[in-house]
């Protein structure tokens, strides 16, 4: 069986959140899904858990960081296709996050772009080629 990874995330409006997250192509897991918390499905394998912030303090004892003025985690999510890169970054922004908040990276065998959600968590998402990445690794590797 795979492994699942569910990624918690603080909001401060959970309807707004659940909305971002529904343009970004995720769709809302019913079950796992009440007024405080809301499981959003990206694939088999990948969950967000948007959860209020009194939901999120009763899995920690410490404070809540305001992820618009600090950075704990930085979240990638790898996409098909360059052009998958560049649509789900677009559709951040249309849903009100913040594109490329970081620089683009494109390296030919990687692209990589990044948004911020409505609550400043920060996302990349990128493609990359891997047998062109292990190419240009094993060249750098005999230099």
């Given at each position: 069986m795979?492994k699942?990874i569910?990624?918690?995330?603080?909001?401060?409006?959970?309807?707004?959140?659940?909305?971002?997250y529904e343009a970004?192509g995720?769709?809302?897991?019913e079950?796992f899904?009440?007024?405080?918390?809301?499981?959003?499905?990206?694939?088999e394998?990948?969950?967000?858990m948007?959860?209020?912030?009194?939901k999120?303090?009763?899995?920690?004892p410490?404070t809540?960081?305001?992820a618009r003025e600090?950075t704990e985690v930085?979240i990638?999510?790898s996409?098909?296709s360059?052009?998958?890169?560049?649509d789900?970054?677009?559709r951040?922004g249309?849903?009100g996050g913040?594109?490329?908040p970081g620089?683009?990276?494109d390296?030919?065998?990687?692209y990589?772009?990044s948004f911020e959600?409505?609550d400043?968590?920060i996302w990349e998402?990128m493609?990359?080629d891997?047998?062109?990445?292990?190419?240009?690794?094993?060249?750098?590797?005999?230099a």
């Amino acid at each position: 069986m795979s492994k699942l990874i569910f990624i918690n995330l603080p909001v401060r409006d959970l309807s707004r959140s659940i909305a971002f997250y529904e343009a970004l192509g995720a769709r809302k897991n019913e079950q796992f899904t009440d007024h405080t918390a809301a499981c959003m499905v990206f694939s088999e394998t990948i969950h967000v858990m948007l959860l209020t912030h009194d939901k999120f303090r009763q899995f920690t004892p410490k404070t809540i960081a305001d992820a618009r003025e600090t950075t704990e985690v930085l979240i990638c999510m790898s996409a098909d296709s360059r052009d998958a890169v560049d649509d789900m970054t677009a559709r951040a922004g249309a849903a009100g996050g913040v594109i490329d908040p970081g620089p683009k990276q494109d390296y030919g065998f990687m692209y990589g772009r990044s948004f911020e959600d409505l609550d400043g968590h920060i996302w990349e998402v990128m493609w990359m080629d891997v047998e062109a990445a292990k190419e240009a690794m094993g060249e750098l590797a005999t230099a």
